[in-house]
């Protein structure tokens, strides 16, 4: 099975501020990776597929970046909304796995 | 709009099974893959496998083999999930999730959790 190691575990930022995550793959995933957002009770949302493409009606302050086996999620100008847990998973081959996940606090 | 609507928390017994549903609506059922997820309390996501609606074709992550069961009803536009001779690790909330071409889950069931306790 492809490992996806994320980090941070945990982000605390400030309003109007930008973060980034990282998500490493225990090998090349050539770039079938998706972020998502999961807020506190709920199921996870799709941010970023293939990487870097953003889902429809997700705001552009979120993109994606990365290939191989490293990966980025930049989320800028933080707004309170984006409390919440990020995790990254790929779909280069079975069985899909995630991130154990990132959770964002705002300072 | 794409909708998928999952049945109601679970309590069981354990060694016993259960079978949660998820209705789709909102797009042709048996064009996409159908997949579900496991989040254990306090957890990460787990992926369980899929099912193709269309031909009833499934894939699963070898560690839910012989716990999981997927099964899909075209007549109703609903997934199925049995999963059988459940522990209290078996408790979480399950989620069915949608795929689509790009790749990734679009689209999500509201969750169904199943807890496991005599």
């Known amino acids: 099975d492809i490992q996806m190691t994320q980090s941070p575990s945990f982000l605390s930022a400030s309003l109007g501020n930008s973060i980034t995550i990282t998500c490493h793959a225990s090998?090349?995933?050539?770039?079938?990776l998706a972020w998502y957002q999961q807020k506190s009770g709920n199921a996870p949302e799709l941010l970023i597929y293939k990487a870097s493409s953003l889902q429809s009606g997700v705001p552009s302050r979120f993109s994606g970046s990365g290939s191989g086996t490293d990966y980025i999620l930049t989320i800028s100008n933080l707004q309170p909304e984006d409390i919440a847990t990020y995790y990254c998973?790929?779909?280069?081959?079975?069985?899909?796995?995630f991130g154990s996940g990132t959770k964002l606090e705002i300072k | 709009q794409v909708q998928l609507q999952q049945s109601g928390t679970e309590l069981v017994k354990p060694a016993s099974s259960v079978k949660i549903s998820c209705k789709a609506s909102?797009?042709?059922?048996?064009?996409?893959?159908m997949h579900w997820i496991r989040q254990q309390p306090g957890n990460g996501l787990e992926w369980i496998g899929w099912?193709?609606?269309?031909?009833?074709?499934?894939k699963y992550n070898q560690k839910f083999d012989g716990k999981a069961t997927l099964t899909a009803d075209k007549s109703s536009s609903t997934a199925y999930m049995q999963l059988s001779s459940l522990t209290s690790e078996d408790s979480a909330v399950y989620f069915c999730?949608?795929?689509?071409?790009?790749?990734?889950?679009?689209?999500w069931g509201q969750g169904t959790l199943v807890t496991v306790s005599s």
């Open positions: 909102g797009y042709t059922f048996t064009s996409n893959y």
């Open positions: 999730a949608r795929s689509d071409v790009g790749g990734g889950f679009a689209y």
């Open positions: 090998q090349n995933i050539k770039g079938w």
């Open positions: 099912i193709y609606p269309g031909n009833g074709n499934t």
């Open positions: 998973q790929h779909y280069q081959s079975f069985p899909f796995t």
